[in-house]
């Protein structure tokens, strides 16, 4: 039996823009994600777009009214949120993390004034979970910025967003500095390096250096943290605000040095995000990828005494499978697999989900381990979970013990590296709720422990009902872990 801190915050986690809805009501403004179009099974490719997004990809997603938008609806969480917190207290939740809709607070992105109906609700959402004691764990930045700044300054490319992303979290600091204790500045930071549009809102036109205009954008985004967390601590000087990456623990696909070199690359490909979110500068092995790839980093005056003053508290993870690295002239004809946001080799040795996703729980162990010797800072698993399809059994039951096989596996992982030393904040399930798919905007993908009554196309009553995992869960909390 392996033994988690008396302090452990259990819960789960949502993003604004796949759950909450009310589509361009209540003062909020378009979001990058609210063009995201649902992709029909049929029609999905094997692996990860490259999310290379037009102007003309935007115009027309704004105007088209043929095309389903799934995000612009999410599962109704604006109107639902008491009784989904409600249902999350039940469980026994000690945390709930969600993020703050950019476009919501500022429509434009780079408005004067905030919106008062969009603080108001999340002051209600805020109010809702502290009277369960559920602490709130806030992203600023999960996917969903404002269009309005893609549009007229192509996202993270300018450097004019870093102010007003710096405003609308001073904001959001002074308005919930007495509700949330818990912050992260970037959702999935490193997403940027493999997705421009979702993470950045880089618009591929006129964009020579794909790879060099990724890098630029995670400057700002960089430079942004920095300074945000330098406010959060000015502002709520109790708080904890952390950064975050999907982390990819990576094995050489043999004992071949090469192979062993290419991980090595593939590894510091992950952690470059990290690295200088918590280390305050850049890696030194960034110098020569980006000789390589003709990347030239706009540093401006100040840049690097930003970085440094404004490193993390904690690193956040996301963890779902690992992956596998090898030299890239021997590759050739190795069997591929799909994953979350990047394609691996297929591990002979891992079981995969419906989606071909590789889960590898020994895998979050590892990573845990490697990542506390690097930085020696706490680590929170804030996303972890398997995306499955549901279905209502004749007993009107959803027998999701598969789920729980996934989750029990992962959360064992968790408490062996807590006894390795490792020290771990929490573990939140990555869609605790049913929720709208990141990628390809279905419904049918369900992560939750509580179900949603909604289906690919959009049809359903929006009714939610406990699975089996539910109750388990709800164990699992209640014995900080011992029963799992």
Known sequence: MVKFPKEFLWGGAVSANQTEGTFLQKGKGWSTADIDKFIPETERNSGPSNNLVTRTDIEFAMDDEKGRYPKRNGIDFYHHYK??????????????????????????????????????????????????????????????????????????????????????????????????????????????????????????????????????????????????????????????????????????????????????KANQNNLFFSDVQIRGQYPDYFARFAKENNIQIDFRQNDKEILKEGVVDFLGISYYSSMIAFDPKSSEGKKMTSGNLKLSFKNPYLKSSDWGWQYDPIGLRIALNELYDRYQIPLFVVENGLGAKDYITKDNKIHDDYRIEYLKQHIKQVGEACEDGVKVLGYLIWGCIDLISAGSCEMSKRYGIIYVDLDDNGKGTLNRKKKVSFDWYKQVIESNGSNI
């Not at 600091?173 to 997705?195: A, D, G, P």
């Not at 904890?240 to 050489?252: D, L, Q, T």
Request: net charge positive.
């Open 83 to 264: 009784s989904d917190i409600k249902m999350l207290a039940d469980a026994g939740f000690k945390m709930f993390r969600t993020s703050i809709a950019w476009s919501r607070i500022f429509p434009n992105g780079n408005d004067v004034e905030p919106n008062e109906e969009g603080l108001k609700f999340y002051d209600k959402v805020f109010d809702e979970c502290l009277k369960y004691n559920i602490q709130p764990m806030i992203t600023l930045s999960h996917f969903e910025m404002p269009l309005n700044l893609v549009l007229k300054q192509n996202g993270w490319l300018s450097r004019k967003t870093i102010d007003q992303f710096v405003h609308f979290a001073e904001v959001v600091f002074r308005r919930y500095r007495n509700k949330v204790k818990y912050w992260i500045t970037f959702n999935e930071i490193n997403v940027l390096e493999m997705s421009g549009f979702t993470s950045g809102g880089i618009v591929a036109d006129n964009v020579k250096n794909n790879i060099e205009t990724r890098y630029q954008a995670a400057h700002h985004q960089f430079l942004a943290s920095a300074l945000a967390v330098k406010k959060c601590h000015q502002i709520i000087p109790d708080a904890k605000i952390g950064g975050m990456i999907a982390r990819f623990e990576s094995y050489p696909g043999t004992c071949k040095p090469e192979d062993a070199l290419a991980n090595l």
